[in-house]
């Protein structure tokens, strides 16, 4: 089965630059989607199609992808953006569907 | 706006089925897909199956295959998720959310809570 690897935690004093990997073999052909999820609440997309953000998403987030490797980065993190980040993508084929198992960001 | 509101919380015994459902309003229910994704206590997200809001045509990961079914209802733009053969495994927040191939899980529903215990 495919899967995509997240480090298990980032932290980042504020005003700094978070920056959450994922790895995956079919990266360097497929998409990759972020998601933000606060606790107790469900996920938000922050970023589609690797680099895309959807309207109402703050500038701060951005996304890219090279290799095997997509990375969401969080410019001038805030305590607000505390949060379990997510990345989802799918095999070659696009029959796995997966999503990473997540980044707990710590802003302090 | 969009939203996907879900039925409440439930509590099953092992062995019990489950049906949530997904009401979705502020868009055209048939121009887009619904995926189900859960979330067992303080553990990652899990895709559960994706169904077209058009035709019915459902796609379920080989872990699901044959214990959970997918329906719509376009009279009144509801989705609908069947789980059997509930084990203390399958305790999570299930999650609805609008899936389309450029936007996956672009809007999400509240979650449904779920506990299955004897």
């Known amino acids: 089965s495919y899967e995509l690897t997240q480090p298990p935690s980032v932290s980042v004093s504020p005003g700094q630059t978070a920056r959450i990997t994922c790895s995956g073999d079919?990266?360097?052909?497929?998409?990759a989607y972020w998601y933000q999820q606060k606790s107790g609440q469900a996920p938000v997309l922050v970023i589609y199609?690797?680099?895309k953000r959807p309207s109402g998403i703050p500038e701060r987030f951005s996304g890219s992808s090279s290799g095997t490797m997509a990375t969401l980065t969080i410019s001038g993190a805030q305590v607000e953006d505390e949060a379990d980040y997510y990345c989802?993508?799918?095999?070659?084929?696009?029959?796995?569907?997966?999503f990473g198992g997540g980044t707990k960001v710590t802003v302090l | 706006q969009v939203q996907l509101v879900q039925s409440g919380g439930e509590v099953k015994k092992p062995g019990a089925s489950l049906k949530v459902s997904c009401k979705a309003s502020?868009?055209?229910?048939?121009?887009?897909?619904i995926s189900w994704v859960r979330q067992a206590p303080g553990k990652g997200l899990e895709w559960m199956g994706w169904?077209?809001?058009?035709?019915?045509?459902?796609n379920f990961p080989q872990k699901f295959q044959g214990r959970v079914t997918m329906t719509t209802d376009t009279s009144t733009s509801t989705a609908y998720m069947e789980l059997r053969s509930l084990t203390s495994d399958d305790t999570a927040v299930y999650y609805c959310?609008?899936?389309?191939?450029?936007?996956?899980?672009?809007?999400w529903g509240q979650g449904t809570l779920v506990t299955v215990s004897s």
């Open positions: 959310a609008r899936d389309s191939i450029a936007e996956p899980f672009e809007y």
């Open positions: 502020g868009y055209t229910f048939t121009s887009h897909g």
């Open positions: 169904i077209s809001g058009n035709n019915g045509k459902t």
């Open positions: 079919a990266l360097p052909r497929k998409y």
């Open positions: 199609e690797d680099k």
């Open positions: 989802y993508s799918t095999d070659s084929s696009g029959d796995h569907r997966v």
